[in-house]
């Protein structure tokens, strides 16, 4: 299938500036320490990722027996960041299956340094560390809500990645914050009609067109006020993936209500972006 152009990024003062606002914007997180991974996940090695001037912190859960892959994790808006990870059996499937696994903390969360740019740009750093402790093993990603939004402009510029899962991720952030926080809404015009080629670059849907990911799986719930389910259609048709929207279920309940279907899919992704030998 042939891709679309990749949308072009703003200028540095614009994104500089797009980056402030949207920070000023988003729901307030306090940093908070990042606990160590409990006994069940061990071993694991705790990482110092290079982006630009900093670092980001990680952790590698290595593969369980023979790897066939190494897969990154990236975390929704929650002040825990990578340590969400720790629950609901993502890290411990992906294991058992043949893949290492790489927890990442985005810029300002855990022991990461601040924000430099848009996020894509720490996804693309944990996407090169990772290549180079994977040699030459497949690598994939599964993003979860604003993580995996994020890793839409990353995918849309490289070719590292054979699969992607994402979760309960928005077309825009800012067309989830005008539904579900109206009062910033605005800020939200400005951002639009103002910093306009900042906002065409957060469109997800125009970097999902751009992706060149062998396969794709979008999961969202049923009952998420902010991605609504013709949402996750829309990118699902965008990349050339699959879609499913769980009965019953809100923003990242999608694994709660559907543990073992969600994990299952991502890993049925992931095994349908590498051709057989």
């Not at 990603?141 to 979760?167: I, K, Q």
Request: charged share 25%.
């Amino acid at each position: 299938m042939e891709r679309a152009a990749v949308p072009s990024r703003p200028g540095e003062g614009q994104e500089r500036f797009a980056v402030r606002l949207f920070r000023a914007l988003s729901p307030k997180l306090k940093r908070t320490p990042q606990p160590e991974p409990p006994e069940k996940l061990a071993p694991f090695e705790r990482l110092a990722v290079p982006r630009g001037e900093g670092r980001l912190s990680a952790t590698l859960f290595p593969a369980a027996g023979n790897p066939r892959g190494a897969v990154l994790l990236l975390h929704p808006w929650l002040p825990w960041g990578q340590a969400y990870f720790h629950r609901r059996g993502r890290i411990e499937a992906l294991r058992s299956a043949g893949y290492h696994a790489m927890t990442l903390d985005l810029g300002g969360f855990g022991a990461s340094d601040p924000l430099e740019g848009f996020f894509d740009r720490d996804i693309e750093a944990g996407l090169l560390d990772l290549r180079k402790r994977a040699g030459g093993l497949p690598l994939h990603l599964w993003g979860v809500s604003s993580g995996g939004y994020w890793a839409h402009p990353a995918l849309a510029r490289t070719r590292l990645v054979s699969g992607a899962m994402f979760e309960d991720v928005s077309p825009h952030l800012l067309e989830w914050s005008w539904r579900t926080a109206p009062l910033g809404r605005p800020f939200y015009l400005f951002y639009r009609h103002v910093l306009r080629q900042a906002y065409r670059f957060l469109d997800a849907r125009s970097q999902a067109r751009a992706m060149a990911v062998r396969a794709v799986t979008y999961v969202s719930g049923e009952k998420d006020r902010g991605v609504r389910p013709e949402d996750t259609r829309a990118l699902a048709e965008a990349a050339g993936g699959y879609c499913r929207v769980v009965p019953g279920a809100g923003h990242l309940a999608a694994i709660k209500v559907a543990q073992e279907e969600v994990i299952a899919l991502a890993l049925d992704t992931f095994r349908k972006a590498v051709p057989k030998p």
